[in-house]
């Protein structure tokens, strides 16, 4: 007798799970019809036809105008050369811009504390 209610009960299980599929469904296509409705009015309103949308459905992805990758920012003054704002004062052919490395009669004005001699006047 144990045997036959656990039979009972498993095919009791099982039809609840056969209703519970059948009302999932049913939602499901309730839920499907409301975005299709979406669907069409927003293609009607962008001018689509069905063919344009199977086309992108068939290609995995919206063709779009293809964009030229973005390239990283460059500062404003980018490949534009700028004025000395120092001068060596024991050379004054050699000058530094204040920007980049510094040269090595920069880094020792800078560590004897004289960098301001070696300012070129504006």
């Given at each position: 007798?144990?045997?036959?209610?656990?039979?009972?009960q498993l095919a009791a299980l099982r039809?609840?799970?056969?209703?519970?599929?059948?009302?999932?469904q049913a939602l499901l296509s309730k839920s499907h019809d409301k975005v299709l409705t979406k669907i069409v009015q927003?293609?009607?309103e962008a001018g689509l036809t069905a063919s344009d949308i199977s086309k992108a459905l068939g290609s995995g992805k919206v063709t779009k105008a293809a964009k030229a990758p973005k390239a990283a920012?460059?500062?404003?003054?980018a490949g534009k050369k700028v004025a000395p704002k120092y001068?060596?004062?024991?050379?004054?052919?050699?000058?530094w811009t204040g920007r980049g490395v510094s040269p090595t009669?920069?880094?020792?004005?800078?560590?004897?504390?004289?960098?301001?001699?070696a300012l070129i006047a504006a």
């Open positions: 007798m144990a045997r036959n209610t656990v039979a009972s039809k609840q799970r056969e209703l519970i599929a059948k009302k999932e927003m293609a009607k920012k460059k500062g404003t003054l001068r060596n004062p024991a050379n004054p052919e050699q000058t009669w920069v880094q020792e004005l800078k560590t004897a504390g004289t960098l301001d001699t």
